[in-house]
């Protein structure tokens, strides 16, 4: 069995307290990044790519995952989507001072986490993906 993993991000797990709105919401920011198929279902969770998403009924978290863009128009793209998938706003599509080029913008997703849709500016990666090898 093989997998293909991101670069830096092993994995994330968010517990949610409504999984179909989270779901919806999630379903929305990976069609506007270019990834409608991304999201696949499990008895009581979802899961894409590196992030795994199950309901709580008693623990909630809340943290920041950033999603990394090709360029400024996808981070407007995710920033509105987000917004009609039932996200609030956490900060508009613009510039910021943590690096030359970086382009980002934030919303709060239905159980508060902060997500983020970041362009760093023009870059080269030189793999799409790590492939990992199960033995």
Sequence with gaps: MKF?????????HLRVADLAASKRFYHAVFTALGHPDALHEGQGFFHADELFVDE???YITRVHLAFQT?????VHKVY??????GGQDNGAPGERAYHP???GAFVLDPD???IEAVFHGPFE???ASVEITAK
Excluded: F, K, P
Excluded at 70 to 74: K, L, P, S, Y
Excluded at 80 to 85: E, R
């Design 101 to 103: 080029g970086y382009y």
């Design 56 to 58: 709580a009924q008693d």
């Design 80 to 85: 509105q989507s987000a917004l009609a998938a």
């Design 70 to 74: 090709q360029d400024r128009e996808t």
């Design 112 to 114: 508060g986490n902060n």
């Design 4 to 12: 293909h993993r991101g670069r830096l991000i092993d994995h994330i």
């Design 125 to 127: 990666r030189n793999v």
